[in-house]
């Protein structure tokens, strides 16, 4: 895999720092700027190019949903990822409708890291398995749950796979099926659970106890 330029939106300046400390010494990784708010990122983004934002939620200024909007209107191929802390769930809607490839606690370890810019870098996307139990805990609170939506098994395959962050290619690979099946079987997964994107039908997978974590 290419190098991974990453920019870091966070109004905390130490864990702007912490942040870049362990990216800095990962393989394959470089953090091309910071921001500290979501104008100033929009700012930089006009300065210099990036593959992946890692993107906090609440910031002074301009926030992450606000910041997130903006800068996917501008470039639809920016990969941001949400940095998140429990008790922002929420915000998870909105950052899903921006359009988010992911989801990571503040106080993921390095491997988990590692894990989300790569599967998110290679096409895919992440949600942090501590945050997907959650939203399931906070589900099983909900006195009415959402339609049924009757899927076949390898549609049900499909979605396990894209819930583990897999990219087309890697689900083409793993059940041994073209890459234009995997892309019809995830168009008829995002009409039948009428999601805009792969993180938003995560969350629907979650919500409907559709799969398991």
């Known amino acids: 895999m290419n190098e ?8 905390h300046k130490i864990f702007r720092k912490g942040l870049r400390f362990l990216l800095d010494d ?3 990784i470089h953090v091309v700027g910071e921001a500290e708010n979501g104008q100033e990122f929009l700012d930089l983004l006009k300065l210099t190019t990036t593959d992946i ?21 501008e470039n639809p191929n920016l990969n941001i990822i ?3 802390m429990h008790g922002e769930e929420q915000y ?13 606690l503040k106080n993921s370890d390095v491997d988990e890291l590692s894990t989300a ?6 096409g895919g996307s992440y949600f942090s398995q501590e945050l997907l139990v959650g939203i399931l805990n906070k589900r099983k609170q909900q006195k009415n749950p959402s339609e049924v939506v009757h899927f076949t098994d390898r549609e049900l395959e499909v ?10 290619n890697k689900i083409a690979d793993t059940l041994y099926i073209s890459i234009r099946t995997v892309e019809r079987h995830r168009a008829n997964l995002l009409s039948k659970t009428n999601c805009a994107n792969s993180i938003a039908m995560v969350m629907y997978a979650v919500k409907n106890n559709i799969i398991e974590i």
């Open 159 to 168: 979605l396990q796979l894209i819930c583990k962050g897999y990219s087309n």
């Open 4 to 11: 991974q330029k990453i920019i870091i939106v966070d109004d």
């Open 26 to 28: 990962m393989e394959g």
């Open 53 to 73: 934002v890692l993107m906090d939620i609440n910031m002074p200024k301009m926030n992450g949903i606000d910041a997130t909007i903006h800068a996917l209107r």
């Open 117 to 122: 810019i790569n599967m998110v870098g290679a």
């Open 92 to 104: 998870y809607d909105k950052m899903v409708e921006a359009g988010v490839k992911g989801f990571l």
């Open 82 to 84: 949400v940095l998140s």
